[in-house]
C-alpha cells in the first residue's frame, strides 16, 4: 500500500507542469493537462487521507494507485464516472431509470447504493482562474444538483484546486514559468463563492452544496510548491486584505476528510 501526502501530490503536479512547458510549451502543458497525469496526485492524496482515517481501502474506487474503474453514478440529469468514492457495504441493485434525461438507461448500483456512496470530485484551475470563474462555478454546483436531486442525502465533498499566483499564459508559449501578480479580488471571490457551497446541512434543500468543500489555494510560484493553511498565512502574503474578515479555515485541506467523514457517519452511521 502507497500513500501519498497533499504537499508530495502537490509537489509532484508542479514538476510535471512545469516541465511541460519548459520543453513544449503550450501544448506541452495542455497535453499533460489531457493526461490527467498532474490531478491524479489530487485523487490519490484524497484516497490516503480516506486510508489514514481509517477506511478500508477495498471501499474505495478507483482503488489506490489506480484510475480505473471510476463509478458512473447517476444522477437526475446524467450518468458521469466519479473521481473518488466511497461504496456501502450494500449489495448493488440495478434499475432501469424511469424518467427524465435518463429514461431507458440501466443504473448498474441503484437508488439506495448509489445515496450511500460517498463521492469526491476533484478539480484545479492554475491559470486564467478569474476569466474561466463563471463556467467552472457553474459546473461544479450542477455535479451536486445533479446527484442531490436523485439522491437527496447523499454526502458530497469537493476538492478544488487553484494557483495563486496563477502561470502566465502568455510567458507559456515561450517555453517560460513566470507567474501573474496575485490578484486580491479574485482570490477574495473565490473564497467567498466555495464558502457559499459548503458544509450543506440536512437533506431536504440546498441541493447545489456539498456536504464538505476543499479549496486547495497553492502557490507553485515556491519550491517546494506552498499550501495555503490558514487566514493568517493568505493575509501574511497578500492575497485577501489585511481587513478582511473572510474565514478560511472551513475549506483547508486539514479539516476535508474527517468532517465528511463525520457528516457521513451522523447520517448513514459508520
Known amino acids: 500500500?502507497?500513500?501519498?501526502?497533499?504537499?508530495?501530490?502537490?509537489?509532484?503536479?508542479?514538476?510535471?507542469?512545469?516541465?511541460?512547458?519548459?520543453?513544449?510549451?503550450?501544448?506541452?502543458?495542455?497535453?499533460?493537462?489531457?493526461?490527467?497525469?498532474?490531478?491524479?496526485?489530487?485523487?490519490?492524496?484524497?484516497?490516503?487521507?480516506?486510508?489514514?482515517?481509517?477506511?478500508?481501502?477495498?471501499?474505495?474506487?478507483?482503488?489506490?494507485?489506480?484510475?480505473?474503474?471510476?463509478?458512473?453514478?447517476?444522477?437526475?440529469?446524467?450518468?458521469?464516472?466519479?473521481?473518488?468514492?466511497?461504496?456501502?457495504?450494500?449489495?448493488?441493485?440495478?434499475?432501469?431509470?424511469?424518467?427524465?434525461?435518463?429514461e431507458d438507461v440501466v443504473d448498474e448500483f441503484g437508488e439506495k447504493f448509489t445515496e450511500r456512496t460517498l463521492s469526491i470530485n476533484v478539480r484545479s484551475q492554475i491559470s486564467s482562474i478569474q476569466k474561466n470563474f463563471d463556467t467552472l462555478y457553474e459546473r461544479t454546483t450542477s455535479e451536486a444538483i445533479n446527484l442531490h436531486d436523485r439522491c437527496p442525502k447523499m454526502v458530497l465533498g469537493e476538492v478544488y484546486m487553484i494557483a495563486v499566483p496563477e502561470y502566465n499564459d502568455k510567458d507559456i508559449k515561450e517555453n517560460k514559468i513566470v507567474f501573474k501578480k496575485p490578484n486580491q479580488a479574485t482570490v477574495l471571490k473565490y473564497l467567498k463563492s466555495f464558502q457559499a457551497i459548503n458544509n450543506r446541512k440536512g437533506t431536504e434543500k440546498n441541493f447545489y452544496q456539498y456536504e464538505k468543500v476543499c479549496l486547495l489555494i497553492v502557490d507553485f510560484s515556491k519550491t517546494p510548491a506552498k499550501i495555503y493553511n490558514s487566514t493568517k498565512e493568505l493575509k501574511q502574503d497578500g492575497l485577501i486584505p489585511e481587513d478582511s474578515i473572510v474565514d478560511f479555515s472551513e475549506l483547508a485541506w486539514d479539516r476535508f476528510v474527517p468532517d465528511l467523514l463525520k457528516i457521513y457517519s451522523a447520517r448513514f452511521g459508520k
Open 1 to 102: 500500500m502507497s500513500l501519498i501526502n497533499i504537499q508530495k501530490a502537490v509537489n509532484n503536479f508542479q514538476s510535471l507542469i512545469n516541465n511541460s512547458i519548459i520543453e513544449n510549451g503550450v501544448k506541452g502543458k495542455e497535453a499533460m493537462i489531457r493526461s490527467s497525469k498532474p490531478i491524479l496526485n489530487l485523487h490519490e492524496a484524497v484516497k490516503s487521507g480516506l486510508v489514514k482515517s481509517g477506511i478500508n481501502e477495498d471501499l474505495i474506487f478507483p482503488p489506490l494507485n489506480s484510475r480505473t474503474p471510476e463509478l458512473k453514478l447517476a444522477g437526475s440529469r446524467k450518468q458521469k464516472n466519479q473521481d473518488v468514492c466511497i461504496v456501502p457495504t450494500l449489495d448493488k441493485a440495478k434499475e432501469i431509470l424511469k424518467e427524465g434525461l435518463l
